[in-house]
């Protein structure tokens, strides 16, 4: 079992930068395909990036060019590097860990908050 704590939210005005890390501890996260997810208010919570075992990435269209996921295995940690924030970025952010991949997660984070201000 794998506990993930997000961090590194906060407030950032349009086209600013924020990096968001998720720490994770009980087990390494090299075991785990690992993802960032965000939810706004009143809306349903979305997909926005994963990286696999080995690297590979994916980004949500809405975010492709702007943020960037990362892993540090080494640290026990995830990253996404959010550049050119717009207001529609605004949400919780959250951070999972799947150990089947196909996008089903076993482990989440509490979450942190992201407000783009106009």
């Known amino acids: 079992q794998v506990q993930l704590v997000e961090s590194g939210g906060g407030l950032v005005q349009a086209g600013g930068s924020l990096r968001l890390s998720c720490a994770a501890s009980?087990?390494?996260?090299?075991?785990?395909?690992m993802g960032w997810f965000r939810q706004a208010p009143g809306k349903e919570r979305e997909s926005v990036a994963a990286?696999?075992?080995?690297?590979?990435?994916y980004h949500a269209d809405s975010v492709k060019g702007r943020f960037t996921i990362s892993r540090d295995n080494a640290k026990n940690t995830v990253y996404l590097q959010m550049n050119s924030v717009k207001p529609e970025d605004t949400a919780v952010y959250y951070c999972?860990?799947?150990?089947?991949?196909?996008?089903?997660?076993?482990?989440w984070g509490q979450g942190t908050q992201v407000t783009v201000s106009s």
């Open positions: 990286i696999g075992l080995r690297g590979s990435t």
């Open positions: 009980g087990r390494s996260i090299s075991y785990y395909f």
């Open positions: 999972a860990a799947s150990s089947r991949g196909g996008g089903e997660y076993d482990f």
